[in-house]
C-alpha cells in the first residue's frame, strides 16, 4: 500500500504550533486588562471596554510591520526584542491622535515554524503591549512552507485604541508662534533599514558581531535596540489638554511626518542644532556618503515624538514628561505660511 500523504510532510507541523501556544501562554495573560474576557485559543478575541469614561467614544485602529529590521534578526539570530518594534508602531501612531491603545493583535508567518524563535518573538510583542498598557489578546501563527527561506519570518500587528471625541488631537488648534518639541529616540527604531543595511553590510562590509567602537557595541546592539514606546508620557500630556499636535517620526522622517499634523497656511522650522543627533545616525551620514535631507527624511534622527504646543505649557509640559524619566526638547517653531505645511530645517 502507498505511504498516506500527511500536513508534517507536506511542511506544516500542528503539533509544534500547539507547543508554541503552550509556551507563549503566561506571557500573553500577563498583559490582560480588566476588560479582557477571553482565553487564549479562541476563534475571536473577546473585549469589553469601560465605556461609562466616555462621553463620545471613539475608536482608532492601526497596524503595521517592522520592515527590514527582521533581516537583522535573522542574521544575528536574536529574536527577543523585535516584537517590542511590532507593538510600538501601530501604539505610537494611536497616542498622537490622543488615544489609549487598548489591546493589540499579531500575525507570524513562517517557512518553516520552531517554536523556541516563535516564542521569543511573541515575548517581545508581550512586553510592548506591557509598556503601552495594552492586551494582547489575539494572533495568528502560519506555517507556508516554500513561501519563506528557512529561518526567515514576517511580522504584522493591530492595535485598537479609545479616545473621547472632544479630546481628539488632531492639529486644528496649531497657530504661529507655537513651539515645536521633540521627545529623543533611542536609534533607529524601525525606519530606513534599507538604506542602514546597504550602508554597514553591503558598502562598508560589516557583520552584525562587528564592532563599533564610537556606537559602544557591534552592529547587531545598535541596530536591533527596540522601538521606545512613548504611550505612558504622551497619555498624560494630552490629558492636560496642553498638546495642540503630535507627530510620530517613522518612515518619511521630519519631512513627511510633520506636515501631516499642521493646519493650512503654517509650517515649521527646525533648529538643525536644536536636534539631539544620535551617533549611529551622524555614522551612517559620514559613510554612507547621505545627503543631510536625505537623512532628515529617512530617519528620526535622534527625535522619535513631536509635540507642538503653546510658548506658555513648554516648561509644564517638559516637567510632566520628566516624572517619566522623558526629556522634551525645544527644537523649533510654527510659522505663518502661504504654502502647504511643510517643514524647513535651519
Not at 243 to 254: D, P, R, S
Not at 272 to 296: C, K
Not at 335 to 341: I, R, V, W
Request: glycine share 10%; aromatic share 8%; hydrophobic share 40%.
Amino acid at each position: 500500500m502507498d505511504k498516506k500523504a500527511t500536513y508534517r510532510e507536506a511542511g506544516v507541523d500542528i503539533d509544534e504550533a500547539t507547543r508554541m501556544v503552550e509556551m507563549i501562554k503566561p506571557m500573553v495573560k500577563a498583559t490582560y486588562r480588566p476588560e479582557v474576557s477571553t482565553d487564549i485559543g479562541g476563534f475571536g478575541a473577546l473585549f469589553r471596554p469601560d465605556l461609562s469614561r466616555y462621553k463620545r467614544p471613539v475608536l482608532v485602529s492601526g497596524t503595521d510591520g517592522v520592515g527590514t529590521k527582521l533581516k537583522v534578526a535573522f542574521w544575528a539570530n536574536r529574536h527577543d526584542t523585535i516584537g517590542i518594534d511590532l507593538v510600538a508602531m501601530s501604539v505610537n501612531d494611536l497616542v498622537v491622535q490622543g488615544a489609549e491603545p487598548l489591546f493589540f493583535l499579531d500575525y507570524y508567518a513562517c517557512g518553516k515554524l520552531k517554536a523556541e524563535d516563535a516564542a521569543q518573538v511573541v515575548k517581545g510583542i508581550a512586553e510592548g503591549c506591557r509598556q503601552a498598557g495594552c492586551a494582547l489578546i489575539g494572533g495568528e501563527t502560519a506555517e507556508l512552507p516554500g513561501f519563506y527561506k528557512t529561518g526567515e519570518y514576517d511580522l504584522a500587528g493591530f492595535s485598537v485604541g479609545i479616545v473621547d471625541e472632544d479630546d481628539i488631537v488632531d492639529g486644528r488648534r496649531v497657530t504661529p508662534g507655537d513651539v515645536v518639541l521633540g521627545m529623543p529616540s533611542n536609534g533607529l527604531h524601525s525606519n530606513g533599514y534599507s538604506l542602514a543595511r546597504k550602508i554597514l553590510f553591503d558598502n562598508l562590509g560589516l557583520s552584525p558581531e562587528s564592532e563599533i567602537r564610537e556606537l559602544g557595541g557591534t552592529v547587531a546592539d545598535v541596530l536591533l535596540n527596540p522601538t521606545k514606546i512613548y504611550v505612558k508620557p504622551i497619555l498624560d500630556m494630552v490629558r492636560t489638554g496642553k498638546v495642540k499636535a503630535l507627530a510620530h517620526i517613522t518612515g518619511g522622517g521630519f519631512f513627511d511626518n510633520i506636515p501631516r499634523v499642521l493646519p493650512d497656511r503654517t509650517y515649521a522650522v527646525i533648529e538643525r542644532a536644536a536636534v539631539p543627533v544620535l551617533p549611529i545616525f551622524s555614522f551612517l551620514m559620514t559613510h554612507g556618503p547621505v545627503e543631510e535631507r536625505e537623512m532628515y527624511r529617512t530617519f528620526n534622527m535622534g527625535i522619535g515624538m513631536v509635540a507642538v504646543v503653546a510658548e506658555a505649557d513648554v516648561e509644564p509640559l517638559q516637567a510632566l514628561a520628566a516624572q517619566h524619566g522623558e526629556e522634551l526638547v525645544r527644537i523649533g517653531r510654527i510659522h505663518e505660511s502661504d504654502e502647504a505645511p511643510h517643514v524647513i530645517i535651519e
